[in-house]
């Protein structure tokens, strides 16, 4: 277990120096290359030395005997074990060539891999006032830097595949002493199948990073207690916090959870209130010293340490406050899905269950992502027998997240995530459970294989959705293989080798996916709130041209259907017929095709 530790601070400590690196100096490829050749040999000594030492050799291997003749049979488990680790690794080689093409993903494109490239062109870290993402933490996010500045747009995706195979590794290492080894091969197979991951792992987001961090984060907590409160793992609990933070603000009700966990374990199991406070305030302490470079930066550039996450905090002019207000202010998540989806209160009430069954990619009204019905089956059986004190742990664990995340964020599966892994080992207990219940196996083995068919079938159907095979066979391009996947990639492939190299296009209702220009964009908001201002602050067509040469916007790069909506839902007949002349005389088209278009502002 230390190894994986020890792993992930390595790369959490690449990305800081990373970030130092494009804050005092300027990104250059020798020494981001050499940041990752220091990074990767730390990471391969770590990884060797324990097996280099004949001592710790053989301690393993006595560990394991005894381990693997503690539970079934040895030839039982020996087959078994080998079934276990050729479906895994069946699921990790189904996976990769969906990572192995070009990124087509939303939020790669918006900002996961476009803002690490646009730092590589100015050749520094930079504040963008018109990304409010720009301002979270992206611990994730510049380890993407490194494969970019060689431009190679793929391996990110890889990396991302990488924390979940991390992910799985930490939960077989925690599970195997508590379970043996086939229960704990399981849980790694559970972890990596389900459909949420097996999503997330093909593209270059930052969710299995956050994901991978916060599960160590967990672990460490539960090892803490579980060896008498020694102060290693509430330093590797610590920090894994604070790079799970660094990564992603989902993570914050981890932070919220475990100090209030450190503080409660350690007085109950102790009796000292005060000895207690104090290694809560370790905790806190540490987490404050690995995110204290993202707060100290966005208080340089915005003036809030917590921008955009709590927008109601005041941040510097220039910054647009449309972009404010992550958690705090605006409709209320449950009321949202009350307006958006005329839900009721019985539905709401059954979210729970529902985001375990309704579960659809992106379509935000069934939680934008996918779980496994069979979940609930195997959550119940971990409470058929007494369960042991770290079940019932992470059972409150996973209830108390969940319902700050219902009751403060637009309920994601992904945002979930944190739980996951929490789920995995409950459900392990229940697996266990089931097949040593006699009344409960035939149903157990039943739902056990529902359960992988339904993953299966799932990864299959990523398949037929991307049909990479066509690109990785060479039979087709990656300029073919993005104009079959991305609507708008036509228009910005014309845009990219038409417009002149100075222009500055605003992006408007078009989703914000800028990885792909070639020209500098400008985002003009997604809700419309910078275009309908400069409207209502304009008299006439020259005024409102003006509001977009004061940005040095040169073109308007649009998605008809969704601005035609917006002008039709927003401004009354005289505003309309001042855009209407805005359209007619200081824009020239230049192109229109697939419900995309793009305009040319005029010189005055």
Same mark, same amino acid.
């Given at each position: ?76 488990? *020996? ?207 540490? =987490? ?9 930066? *966005? &208080? ?18 220039? =910054? ?42 992106? *379509? ?66 229940? =697996? ?25 079938? &799932? ?146």
């Amino acid at each position: 277990m230390d190894i994986i530790y020890k792993i992930s601070f390595i790369l959490g400590s690449l990305s800081v120096l990373i970030f130092l690196l494009g804050s005092f100096k300027t990104f250059s490829i020798p020494y981001i290359i050499f940041l990752t050749i220091l990074g990767l040999v730390a990471i391969f000594y770590v990884t060797l030395s324990p097996f280099l030492s004949r001592k710790s050799s053989q301690k393993c291997t006595k560990t394991e005997t005894f381990k693997s003749t503690s539970s079934t049979p040895l030839h039982n488990t *020996n087959w078994q074990c080998l079934g276990l680790y050729l479906i895994l690794l069946t699921f990790i080689f189904a996976i990769l060539p969906l990572v192995l093409t070009p990124p087509t993903s939303r939020d790669e494109l918006i900002h996961h891999l476009a803002i690490p490239k646009l730092y590589l062109e100015k050749g520094k870290i930079f504040e963008i006032p018109f990304m409010s993402f720009s301002y979270f933490p992206m611990n994730i996010d510049l380890l993407y830097l490194i494969p970019l500045s060689l431009g190679n747009d793929i391996m990110p995706k890889i990396i991302h595949l990488i924390f979940a195979v991390l992910t799985g590794a930490a939960l077989y290492l925690y599970l195997f002493p508590l379970t043996g080894k086939k229960y704990a091969l399981l849980g790694f197979l559970l972890y990596f199948s389900t459909p949420l991951v097996v999503n997330l792992a093909r593209s270059a987001y930052t969710d299995l990073g956050m994901n991978f961090y916060s599960t160590l984060a967990l672990i460490g907590v539960l090892k803490w207690r579980q060896e008498g409160f020694k102060k290693k793992w509430l330093f590797y609990s610590a920090i894994s916090t604070g790079f799970a933070l660094s990564s992603k603000p989902s993570a914050i009700p981890v932070l919220i959870l475990f100090f209030f966990a450190v503080l409660y374990f350690y007085s109950k199991d102790t009796k000292r209130e005060a000895e207690a406070l104090k290694h809560g305030a370790i905790f806190l302490l540490i =987490i404050f010293l690995i995110i204290s470079p993202w707060l100290i930066r *966005n &208080y340089l550039w915005a003036g809030n340490p917590l921008y955009p996450l709590y927008g109601w905090y005041k941040v510097h002019e220039g =910054i647009e406050s449309s972009n404010t207000g992550y958690i705090s202010g605006g409709i209320y998540p449950l009321q949202k899905r009350h307006l958006l989806y005329n839900e009721g209160a019985i539905s709401i009430l059954l979210i729970p269950l529902r985001i375990f069954i309704e579960g659809e990619d992106d *379509n935000p009204q069934h939680f934008d992502g996918v779980l496994n019905p069979c979940f609930l089956l195997f959550l119940i059986f971990a409470f058929l027998k007494r369960p042991k004190m770290e079940v019932k742990y992470l059972a409150i664990f996973s209830i108390i997240f969940f319902y700050i995340t219902f009751f403060t964020a637009h309920l994601a599966s992904r945002y979930l995530l944190p739980i996951i892994p929490a789920l995995i080992i409950i459900m392990i207990w229940g =697996i266990k459970n089931g097949f040593e219940t006699r009344q409960f196996k035939t149903i157990t083995i039943i739902f056990s294989i529902l359960l992988f068919t339904f993953n299966i079938a &799932y990864t299959i159907g990523l398949y037929q959705k991307d049909n990479p095979l066509p690109y990785l066979l060479g039979k087709e391009t990656r300029k073919e293989y993005l104009l079959r996947l991305l609507p708008d990639y036509p228009a910005i492939n014309f845009a990219n080798n038409s417009l002149p190299a100075v222009a500055k296009v605003m992006l408007i209702f078009t989703g914000d996916r800028g990885y792909y220009w070639e020209r500098e964009s400008y985002f003009g908001s997604r809700d419309g709130s910078l275009l309908a201002m400069f409207v209502e602050e304009s008299r006439n067509d020259d005024e409102l041209m003006e509001r977009f040469k004061a940005l040095g916007i040169t073109h308007l790069f649009i998605k008809n259907s969704l601005f035609l909506r917006f002008l039709q839902d927003n401004f009354k007949t005289e505003k309309l017929r001042l855009i209407n002349s805005f359209f007619r005389t200081k824009l020239s088209l230049l192109y229109n095709d697939n419900n995309y278009s793009i305009f040319r502002i005029k010189n005055p």
